[in-house]
């Protein structure tokens, strides 16, 4: 069954747009990011549409004291400097700094100025930080722009891809020095992984073959088994099977590095076995009950010696569509690191 769509109203996070009028490019690609984050229910206010012929830019700029909202700063190589050195070079940035710096020093523990390395070709290697966010974690456009703006919208929106869980109890409470060890070996969440993409090493020994994927609606519980009774040594056959008993619906496209416009139309592919039989390279296309889609890519399985001699492990990469399309590609694995 679909999961339902969320019907709750509240007002839109309210977002300025910090930047320097560094090249055409730049300008650009602010705009861009600025009308996409719109799109989405971001009020963002930027100078070219807040500010007309005959407005008091300065007065615009004041509103970026406003403490509910956040800021915006897109960094280029020019932004630094100009916010660093506004007493000396009076600027758009240097305004805006002075405005919203007091806001950061009189809260320091907030959040509220969201350093942007955008991937614009504006920013060198290491890009020169206003002295008031030095220390600020910064968001990087560079490496992976969709993963990136993902992050930034849900941080506007305050939607985590993986909320906090609920705090357990003290193991050690109530409970004998043996007791408190078994429970912290035998701990559900060791077998849990709460990322939306990632390479992970899966114990087939231990949980009866049962690992989480994902979290909340979009988690995706696997069922997998190695298919051979007795484990002599370290050169078992790599196969691992994947049984659909927990998540809702599994298919298998054999030697997909080889074959990746197989994977162009995931609805498409066959999805109705309860078990599918993987080797190295092969992905299995999972959708869960939730409607969501994931990928799950095998890349090798190796042996370890565990108390009762070797011990598979299957060491697979992982990535699932948090918003519920069936767009995924294997470009969008995690790179292994083998």
Known sequence: MDASPTTEHSDPPVAFVSYSWATEEHIAWVTSLARRLRANGVDVHLDRWDVSLGNDIYLFMERYADTSARVLVILSDDYGPKANNRANSPSGVGTETTIVSSTVYNDLGGNRVIPVIPDSGTV?????????????????????????????????????????????????????????????????????????????????????????????????????????????????????????????????????????ERLTDLAALPMSNRVEMTEPGDVVVMMNRGGYWALLMLDDVIFRKGMNGYEPIAIARFVIATDRTASLALDDLPDSLK
């Open 124 to 260: 060198a290697a290491e890009p020169v930080l206003p002295t008031y966010l030095a220390g600020r974690i910064w968001l990087d456009f560079r490496d992976d722009h969709e993963t990136a703006y993902e992050h930034l919208l849900r941080d506007l929106h305050g939607v985590p891809i993986e909320a906090a869980p609920q705090l357990g109890p003290n193991p050690f409470v109530g409970a004998t020095e043996a007791q408190a060890r078994a429970m912290i070996r035998n701990d559900p969440t060791r077998w849990r992984d709460g990322r939306s993409s990632g390479l992970v090493e899966l114990n087939l020994s231990e949980n009866s073959g049962r690992f989480t994927l994902g979290g909340d609606d979009s988690s995706f519980t696997l069922c997998l088994d190695y298919p051979y009774s007795h484990i002599n040594g370290k050169d078992g056959p790599k196969q691992v099977r994947h049984l659909n008993d927990y998540i809702g619906n599994i298919g298998l496209v054999k030697s997909a590095v080889q074959r990746p």
